[in-house]
């Protein structure tokens, strides 16, 4: 019997959505489809303990593939951390010298003009000084006259 003789498709009505169709199949056709799979070779022993094999293979070449993956993680985890702490101890190096110089800088003027102050009080002063002999000369004068 042909295949196409005991296939009869029927049209069914016409949808939005596309055509539908049904398919029925004569009753000698069914033989032909079987409905149950087909029969496994039986499998031997030594093609068993083979597959199990091959398995804890795939299995360990895994587990070696995921223990290496994580050791260059570690290891680039390591480098990123060592390479912060380079920089941080630079960052620090350079900040400290730069805070040793701002203070230096800060002190050098500072010490120079109150340096320049002080020669300027003692200008002062020593003026002051003489002032005050002229003032004491001028009195002592004024009172040696006025008890004359």
């Known amino acids: 019997m ?8 029927k049209e069914l009505d016409k949808r939005a959505s596309g055509q539908a169709f049904e398919v ?21 022993l030594e093609e068993i303990q083979r597959k199990l ?5 795939r299995r360990k070449n895994h587990e070696a593939e995921v223990l290496k993956h994580l050791a260059e993680k570690r290891e ?15 960052f620090s ?19 120079a003009s109150l340096a320049a102050k002080s020669e300027k009080f003692k200008e002062k002063g020593a003026a002051c000084d003489k002032k005050v002999e002229e003032v004491r000369k001028n009195k002592e004068t004024q009172e040696g006259t006025s008890e004359d």
């Open 2 to 9: 042909d295949s196409a003789e005991a296939i009869q498709v």
């Open 53 to 57: 094999e091959a398995a804890e293979e």
């Open 93 to 111: 190096k350079m900040a400290e010298e730069k805070l040793l110089k701002m203070e230096a800088n800060k002190e050098q003027p500072h010490g």
């Open 24 to 44: 029925i199949l004569s009753p000698d056709a069914k033989a032909e489809f079987p409905l149950s799979p087909p029969k496994k070779k039986d499998v031997s």
């Open 76 to 90: 680039h985890e390591k480098e990123v951390l060592q390479k912060a702490m380079e920089e941080n101890n630079n």
